[in-house]
Nanobody, 120 residues
Framework: QVQVVESGGGVVQAGGSLRLSCVAS?????????MGWFRQNPGKEREFVAA????????YYGDSVKGRFSISRDNARNTVYLQMSNLKPEDTAVYYC????????????WGQGTQVTVSS
């Protein structure tokens, strides 16, 4: 498991940008985990947004954010980032980060998330 705290959300106009941060704590194994960003709206399932390999060499994106979002990480700071550009109202959601376990599934424990609201 990895304990995380997400930050950086806010209210932005369509076409704007935001940078989310996720700081991990607990066992000093952050650099061994694939990390991902997810988002969720009330009454809907959590949606995959992006993931990054343990050393940062590979990134993966959901179809709805390809070309607009960029995931990165700084293992020295136990932090993963999500740079969001050209935001759309449909990007409005609570954003969460989490690590992946050995079965390639997100850990059971989630942080509090950070709210992103995109106005039209």
């Amino acid at each position: 498991q990895v304990q995380v705290v997400e930050s950086g959300g806010g209210v932005v106009q369509a076409g704007g940008s935001l940078r989310l941060s996720c700081v991990a704590s607990g066992r000093n194994t952050f650099s061994t985990y694939v990390m991902g960003w997810f988002r969720q709206n009330p009454g809907k399932e959590r949606e995959f947004v992006a993931a990054i390999s343990a050393r940062g060499g590979n990134q993966y994106y959901g179809d709805s954010v390809k070309g607009r979002f960029s995931i990165s990480r700084d293992n020295a700071r136990n932090t993963v980032y999500l740079q969001m550009s050209n935001l759309k109202p449909e990007d409005t959601a609570v954003y969460y980060c989490n690590g992946y376990d050995a079965d390639n599934r997100p850990f059971d424990t989630w942080g509090q998330g950070t709210q992103v609201t995109v106005s039209s």
